[in-house]
């Protein structure tokens, strides 16, 4: 059993039931690493003075799933010594300060996995087929990355 | 020049059809729509028949005869075709049967 964990594996998870910090972090905890980094995405509760009464996530899913194996691939890549990576991102309704995104990354020392966490959350809005609506008491509003390269915003 | 098929189908003489249109070669593609494009078409997916080799410009157009209120979000999406980001313009496609095309608005991921 113990060979497995020299394998370095990617979990990859889109769902609609509430996130756990702890699932994901012990996902990619491993005896060889002295490193776990977290990024969590969580919901404010406010935008431009609007208030925010809960988002609504949908997903090209099985297109998301590859963009994040891409994701997942470069990373090795670029910090070969990064051992287990988890994405898991919520779908659906997810209310104020609940948790929309969580990504751990495990390595041997924190540089890379530190480094390594900030990648995937970037790369991920740059690229992930996956759409936020924000839900306010009159209204409603589709947002969009800035780091998406076809959105037109003036912001 | 495209060697002049068998028109065994309604050929393309209607519609002002460009010479990239394929010549009457067209197929069935999976055209999925996402966000705001799910809104504004009103559906979420269907099965159009299109031209085999076409334009992403072109395709867009395809799909806006079908759903004009497309038109208002012409300037911000790209295609997702066979799961790969193309942008609406020059590119050519060669589409296979059953092939998904998808409408991307900006994403929000994250």
Known sequence: ?155 | RLSPRRRRRRGPAAEGSSPRDGGSMRCQVSVLYFARSAELAGLRCETLSVPREITSLQLWEEIVKVHPRLALIRDQVVFAVRQEYVLLGDQLLVLQPGDEVAIIPPISGG
Not at chain 1, 64 to 93: F, M, N, Y
Request: charged share 30%; proline share 4%.
């Open chain 1, 1 to 155: 059993m113990e060979e497995n964990e020299d394998v370095p594996k990617d979990f990859i998870k889109l769902k609609s039931e509430k996130l756990s910090v702890d699932e994901v972090s012990e996902l990619v905890v491993s005896p060889y690493c002295g490193a776990v980094s977290l990024f969590i995405g969580t919901t404010r509760n406010n935008f431009e003075g609007k208030k925010v009464i809960h988002l609504e996530y949908e997903a090209y899913t099985s297109m998301a799933e590859t963009e994040i194996r891409k994701i997942c691939r470069d990373v090795r890549q670029k910090w070969p010594s990064v051992k287990h990576i988890a994405v898991h991102h919520r779908l659906g309704v997810v209310p104020i300060t609940e948790a929309s995104v969580i990504i751990a990354v495990s390595s041997p020392h924190r540089a890379e996995s530190l480094e390594a966490v900030m990648y995937c959350i970037n790369t991920l809005k740059a690229s992930v087929p996956i759409w936020k609506k924000e839900i306010y008491e009159d209204e409603y509003s589709w947002k969009e990355n800035k780091e998406c390269f076809w959105a037109n915003s003036e912001k």
